[in-house]
């Protein structure tokens, strides 16, 4: 449930950034350079890849009922690696776009579409920056995911082992 609880805010997210961006763009352009980005539009981005995966680790974790922070924490980790194989899926159909930008160079260019000769330096730029975004998005999102079961959890994690140690010849108890 956690999956389809991402996958799910993911398309919301994915499509109200294409309405804003539609209504604010344009005709479309392809956009090649990071700096033809807007600010809003990267931190929406990477605002909604973030939370739609804290949302998919939370349910996870709620549903287990996991008491324990660590627990849920990989909970949420397994949610990103379940979501994972379904977004390269999805991207290879041609839907990658509609769970946002950064999603998209999942699928990368069909060499159908590949042209016959050299590629231009604004193709190998737009998709080395496609690839960067979709690789920042997952990263993203698997940091959401632990989060995400963390805050379920409702306890504090512990960032060492405890080690119970036992004198020689005393009795643990």
């Known amino acids: 449930m956690g999956v389809l609880s991402a996958l799910a805010a993911l398309l919301i997210v994915g499509l109200v950034a294409i309405a804003i961006g539609a209504a604010a763009a344009g005709p479309a352009q392809p956009i090649v350079d990071w700096s033809e980005f807007g600010l809003g539009a990267v931190i929406f981005a990477v605002f909604g890849s973030f939370l739609a995966f804290v949302l998919g680790g939370w349910v996870c974790a ?98 060492r082992r405890a080690v119970r140690r036992v004198t020689p010849g005393a009795r643990a108890t």
């Open 62 to 159: 709620k549903i287990a009922g996991l008491q324990y922070a660590e627990v849920a924490s990989l909970h949420g980790a397994i949610v990103w690696l379940h979501a994972l194989p379904l977004l390269m899926i999805l991207a290879a159909f041609g839907a990658g776009s509609f769970f946002g930008g950064w999603f998209g160079g999942l699928a990368g260019t069909p060499l159908s579409a590949a042209p016959a000769g050299p590629p231009s330096p604004e193709a190998v730029t737009a998709a080395r920056n496609a690839a960067l975004g979709a690789v920042t998005a997952l990263l993203l999102g698997l940091g959401g995911g632990v989060l995400g079961g963390w805050l379920a959890s409702e306890t504090p994690m512990r960032v």
